[in-house]
């Protein structure tokens, strides 16, 4: 008989440790996200992603030559940056999370790739293993106090002399965001080389023409609706959202939105747009909103120099 207010049989069910427990949250989390919305790792599905994808395998290849290296990628996700290196002669162990992007890659036939479901930063990957360990847009993800075993993960898997790279989407309406970002990654990781992009002109221009449809979605499911408002902090945005997102205005902003759409596609693959809005920010030395890291994992016992040792600034974290 199955008793739920039974001591002797709720004695006998296996409690979950915090890291299984959190292991199966992600994996279901990562699944029903690949089924909903797989373009969203796709990393050639737009022209910001493509950006991104170039310079990181640049930044690969002035540090590290791929052939006959071994090289893990930790979140692989739909495995451009693996695949590439592949192609190329190194060894390439993939890592994901979710099984629908390692199946899909499996089905690729690629040589030198092996492929692994795993959970960062709980990683089962030997010690001092790797050449070469990446790990690219996958911290934005992961809970707050697993940020700093995300980067021991890192230091860890790859040998004394290997090389480190991770990257994130930087928050565009933070300050500092890059200074927090790598005050992070210098506790297990001495850097290297830092490229950054400079997008945020680009990413404001994108989230103005996709505003109908967010106010579209909102009017039609009320929970968005909430989150999105319990996000404004000012008033005067909080009720701009809110007058837009009512019923009676889902009508004028469906029309905006069938009237955006080829205007939003050509924005999402115009390189030369892209570019030029960049050269904006550059010129204006502001608008950071991405940044590629690579590095070295740090030793154990660093040796004795002068130097005063830099602050850790203790403020919410600003990555997307």
Same mark, same amino acid.
């Given at each position: 008989m199955n008793d739920k207010l039974n001591i002797i049989?709720?004695?006998k069910q296996k409690k979950k440790s915090p890291q299984k427990s959190r292991r199966d949250d992600a994996v279901e989390l990562f699944q029903k @996200?690949?089924?909903?919305?797989?373009?969203q790792f796709d990393a050639t599905h737009t022209v910001i992603e493509r950006e991104r994808l170039k310079r990181t395998l640049m930044l690969i290849h002035e540090y590290v030559k791929p $052939?006959?290296? $071994?090289?893990?990628?930790?979140?692989?996700?739909? *495995?451009?940056?693996?695949?590439?290196?592949? @192609?190329? *002669?190194?060894?390439?162990?993939?890592? /994901?999370?979710?099984e629908t992007p390692l199946k899909a890659l499996e089905n690729k036939h690629i040589p030198n790739l092996t492929l692994n479901q795993d959970f960062v930063p709980f990683t089962t990957v030997e010690d001092d293993k790797y050449d070469l360990a990446i790990s690219t847009e996958l911290i934005a993800h992961l809970p707050p106090d697993h940020y700093r075993l995300y980067f021991s993960e890192l230091s860890r898997i790859v040998h004394p002399n *290997?090389?480190?790279?991770?990257?994130?989407?930087l928050d565009i309406y933070s300050e500092d965001a890059l /200074?927090?970002?790598?005050?992070?990654?210098?506790?297990?990781? $001495?850097?290297? $080389?830092?490229t950054l992009s400079r997008h945020s002109l680009y990413i404001r221009l994108?989230?103005?023409?996709?505003?109908?449809?967010?106010?579209?979605?909102?009017? /039609?499911? !009320?929970?968005?609706r909430k989150q999105e408002l319990d996000q404004r902090t000012w008033w005067l945005s909080k009720s701009w959202f809110a007058l837009n997102s009512s019923k009676p205005l889902k009508p004028l902003w469906q029309l905006a939105t069938i009237l955006l759409r080829p205007i939003i596609n050509w924005v999402e693959q115009s390189s030369r747009l892209l570019i030029a809005l960049e050269k904006i920010c550059e010129f204006f030395d502001t608008g950071i909103s991405?940044?590629?890291?690579?590095?070295?994992?740090? !030793?154990?016992v660093e040796p004795k120099i002068d130097e005063i040792p830099k602050e850790r600034k203790q403020k919410r974290q600003v990555w997307e």
């Open positions: 049989s709720v004695e @996200k690949w089924q909903e919305n797989p373009k $052939k006959d290296k $071994k090289i893990v990628d930790l979140g692989c996700g739909n *495995g451009n940056i693996v695949e590439t290196l592949a @192609k190329e *002669g190194a060894i390439v162990h993939a890592i /994901d999370i979710c *290997g090389h480190i790279l991770c990257s994130t989407a /200074d927090r970002f790598l005050s992070l990654v210098e506790t297990e990781i $001495k850097i290297v $080389k830092v994108d989230s103005l023409l996709h505003a109908p449809s967010r106010f579209v979605l909102a009017s /039609d499911q !009320p929970d968005y991405h940044a590629n890291v690579i590095g070295l994992r740090r !030793p154990l």
